[in-house]
């Protein structure tokens, strides 16, 4: 049973039915090195797929190359796309508590148009809710749904930087943003986390790297502790601003902080690393990424795993280790789409 009597967007700690992944196949977004890229997603779908079933998506002639015939739990799905950043051009799903369901295919268009060509992906939305057998229903506004950061109850965490911006959405004012999101998707309360993104990040500010809920009352802020660290100060304000608004939400939130690792540069570009990025499959499993620094990620996996099992003793926390997947400018929940299941 899902906990809103009207619409929302269920919680990833909720019951799925299916995580939805892309195939990568485009040398240029990890530029330079590819080669160890389909063995990472080999290793991501394997992990996946031990907790709840995997769809992937690709053209038909990719489907020998992914060589995941034999995995268990794992099918493929002939939809073509132009990219594996499936969190962004994926559906939101929307469900209430009479199980009434149905998912939204909001535009898309590469993150402000950054990097031609994106009309695959934006068509491939609409394929994976066919196929996933929901109705469907027109966004209207452009975004991504790594922008997005939903608490199960209609509460959402978002950024500005990401949403009200004349490259994805031009004519339109931030109450109609809200508007939109309140009659889709059931928003009942929209916090703007706007005190800064991370360096190397393409996406504007995606809230699945700065913020996310663990459960309704719990949320990790994304920090630096270094104070020469570019980041720190937008990361500090973040955590701020979230502090501020968690002691007179309904229900209150504790905020707790999740330091970023120590700046890593990939041919001399700093590489956007936060463990915000994990990806969580239902009550069962929680995914991590891990990014090289033995102290900062097994701080990561004990702080995530201990405040996952407050509300699921049973959950496992695995690490994934994503330091070639990050030099295409995502991780974990980037390349990753949870679809519920409906009770």
């Keep these: 049973m899902h906990p809103c009597s009207a619409k929302c967007v269920p919680a990833e700690w909720q019951p799925q039915r299916a995580v939805w992944i892309a195939w990568p196949h485009n040398p240029q977004t990890w530029p330079g090195h590819f080669q160890p890229i389909p063995g990472c997603f080999r290793n991501f779908i394997a992990a996946i ?10 053209a038909s002639h990719l489907r020998g190359q992914a060589g995941l015939e034999q995995m268990a739990g794992v099918t493929w799905v002939d939809i073509e796309t132009n990219d594996s950043w499936i969190r962004d051009y994926g559906p939101t799903f929307v469900v209430d508590e009479s199980g009434k369901k ?30 996933a057998n929901w109705p469907r229903v027109e966004g209207g506004l452009c975004l991504e749904g790594g922008a997005l950061e939903w608490d199960g109850s209609g509460r959402l ?17 931030k109450p109609q943003i809200e508007n939109r999101l309140r009659d889709l998707a059931g928003a009942r309360e929209i916090v703007w986390v706007d005190g800064g993104g991370l360096v190397g990040d393409d996406t504007d500010g995606h809230i699945d790297q700065l913020a996310r809920f663990i459960d309704q009352e719990t949320v990790v802020v994304a920090v630096s502790d ?14 701020e601003l979230l502090r501020q608004w968690a002691g007179r939400t309904s229900p209150s939130v504790d905020v707790h902080r999740l330091p970023i690792p120590p700046a890593r540069f990939v041919d001399g570009q700093r590489v956007p690393e936060s463990y915000c990025n994990f990806l969580r499959l239902g009550p069962e499993r929680l995914l991590v990424p891990t990014f090289g620094c033995d102290k900062s990620d097994s701080y990561a996996i004990e702080l995530l795993g201990d405040l996952a099992r407050q ?7 695995v690490g994934i280790d994503c330091r070639d997947l990050v030099w295409g400018l995502g991780a974990l929940h980037c390349a990753s789409c949870n679809e519920p299941a409906v009770p």
């Design 49 to 58: 797929a031990a907790a709840v079933p995997v769809r992937v998506i690709g």
């Design 226 to 239: 270094d104070p020469d660290d570019p980041n720190h100060s937008g990361l500090q304000a973040n955590e």
């Design 311 to 317: 509300q699921s003793p049973q959950v496992e926390v």
């Design 157 to 173: 965490l978002t950024t500005t930087s990401c949403l009200v911006t004349d490259t994805r959405n031009p004519g339109w004012t």
């Design 102 to 131: 149905y998912a939204i295919d909001w535009r898309y268009n590469s993150w402000g148009g950054k990097y031609p060509p994106w009309d695959a992906d934006d068509r491939a939305t609409a394929s994976i809710i066919s196929d």
